[in-house]
């Protein structure tokens, strides 16, 4: 089994971290938070105090970042994987970023010999903890089915979708539909109530036909039972539709409904609820409409 270096142990890279470690994987890890490196120590890890020291101790990198500036550094900057990677390694961003950067990246690592995955996921920190991700991926088949044991201990669906950048290209689209639908469930609900009609009684019966989701399913029954604990946070929400934004207008696609959403999410930030989970949406909704 190859040594995993894993950098980036937040909300969701721990849990990913931790199944590696689990199902028997060397694993060296880093973070700029020393609680989540010392849990992991604690349960077999090795620590490393730099990007560039997991590199040099590791046959595959694996990084899970909050956004582009930050992979940017860690990967390119001063005591970066770039500065501590050998040719013949993989490495793998499962972050969510600008499919600009995941290329870049890719391009940069490449002329030193090394193949790179962008790998984003979906599934949130439940889908973390349980293995249940899924897994979106960018690059060649080659690296592609050489990172496959790895991406199966961490996650469930997993599909190449294309060249590098189109793994982030497939989670931009991934949260626009996530985010919209979110706004509609929160509109059909919250007009429920509003109108006198159990919301309860509104899902329970829309969930047996055509406009049934899982959003409706998991993300309505939060809305009714108005529990807005983070899975995932508006802030980091609002900044992956930022992403699909931009990329829309680098193809000279106008996103309407997405903006909109984004517009929404900027109001909460404004608010100083950006921590709330992204279903919290609703509860915007709720206060525009004389409640909450």
Known sequence: ??????????????????????????????????????????????????????????????????????????????????????????????????????????????????????????????????????????????????????FEIMGKNIVLIGDPGAGQVTKACNQIVVGVTIQAVSEALILARKSGVDPARVREALLGGFAQSRILDLHGQRIIDRSFQPGFRVRLHRKDLAIALQTGREVSLPLMLTSQVAELMNALIARGDGDLDHSGLAHLLEQMGGEG
Do not use: C, W
Request: net charge negative; charged share 20%.
């Open 1 to 150: 089994m190859e040594r995993i270096g894993f950098i980036g142990l937040g909300i969701m890279g721990k849990p990913m971290a931790g199944n590696l470690l689990k199902a028997g994987y060397s694993l060296v890890v880093h973070n700029r938070s020393r609680a989540a490196v010392e849990e992991l120590v604690a349960q077999g890890a090795t620590a490393a105090s730099s990007p560039k020291e997991v590199a040099e101790q590791s046959d595959v990198v694996v990084t899970m970042l909050p956004d582009s500036p930050d992979v940017e550094q860690v990967v390119l900057g001063s005591d970066g994987v770039a500065e501590g990677i050998r040719s013949g390694m993989l490495f793998i961003d499962m972050s969510t970023i600008a499919p600009g950067t995941a290329r870049n990246v890719y391009e940069t690592l490449k002329a030193q010999g090394v193949e790179s995955l962008d790998a984003p996921v979906s599934g949130g920190e439940v889908g973390a903890k349980e293995a249940a991700l899924s897994i979106m991926v960018g690059g060649s088949e080659e690296a592609f089915q050489r990172a496959m044991p790895i």
